[in-house]
T-cell receptor, first 111, second 116 residues
Framework: AQRVTQPEKLLSVFKGAPVELKCNYS??????LFWYVQYSRQRLQLLLR??SRESIKGFTADLNKGETSFHLKKPFAQEEDSAMYYC?????????????FGQGTILTVHP | GAVVSQHPSWVICKSGTSVKIECRSL??????MFWYRQFPKQSLMLMAT?????????EQGVEKDKFLINHASLTLSTLTVTSAHPEDSSFYIC????????????FGPGTRLTVL
């Protein structure tokens, strides 16, 4: 069975500092990885997905199959980045659309 | 993207009663919806996959007789928590898969259930 681990439950940085939210996964096949974000009092929404290889709101994430990681990075954090971030994995195959979520990391960006 | 609504946004009920939560896809016909449960500041746990016109597929450890799912149309799935108990108190979230096997999931705002 697949598993997603986000080792940091809380992460605090100051505005303008670089930030990295860690995500590791275990899955025997070829996974698809996502980052979802939940801002205060808002619903969960997609931030980015590894197959798109795009930067959203300054965030990037690279899938490293050797290290089974999909860390989320931003060079200069902003206060509006404060939110709960979830890493998620789709196993493919018969698990149509099903996502396995990590435990989440609460990011706080201080002014 | 798909717009997903849930009703009610919060509900308080007495132990032993049943509660129905609706999930609607407002602008997208969804053959598949997902129901999650989220504990405070914790991860989302997938409960079941709701399939339009057929039985839901439940995840291991989720009681299908307790959490009844009905997906009678392409825009509506309902989750009924039967004979609710305080341990069922949680945040229930639904999502809609916008298409394809891995395409984006769009989430509802969630329903806060408190069982007294």
């Amino acid at each position: 069975a697949q598993r997603v681990t986000q080792p940091e439950k809380l992460l605090s940085v100051f505005k303008g500092a670089p930030v990295e939210l860690k995500c590791n996964y275990s899955y025997s096949g070829s996974p698809e990885l996502f980052w979802y974000v939940q801002y205060s009092r808002q619903r969960l929404q997609l931030l980015l997905r590894h197959i798109s290889r795009e930067s959203i709101k300054g965030f990037t994430a690279d899938l490293n199959k050797g290290e089974t990681s999909f860390h989320l990075k931003k060079p200069f954090a902003q206060e509006e980045d404060s939110a709960m971030y979830y890493c998620a994995l789709h196993a493919g195959g018969t698990s149509y659309g099903k996502l396995t979520f990590g435990q989440g990391t609460i990011l706080t960006v201080h002014p | 993207g798909a717009v997903v609504s849930q009703h009610p946004s919060w509900v308080i009920c007495k132990s032993g009663t049943s509660v129905k939560i609706e999930c609607r896809s407002l602008d997208f016909q969804a053959t598949t919806m997902f129901w999650y449960r989220q504990f405070p500041k914790q991860s989302l746990m997938l409960m079941a996959t709701s399939n339009e016109g057929s039985k839901a597929t439940y995840e291991q450890g989720v009681e299908k007789d307790k959490f009844l799912i009905n997906h009678a149309s392409l825009t509506l799935s309902t989750l009924t928590v039967t004979s609710a108990h305080p341990e069922d108190s949680s945040f229930y979230i639904c999502s809609v898969n916008s298409g394809g096997s891995t395409d984006t999931q769009y989430f509802g705002p969630g329903t806060r259930l408190t069982v007294l």
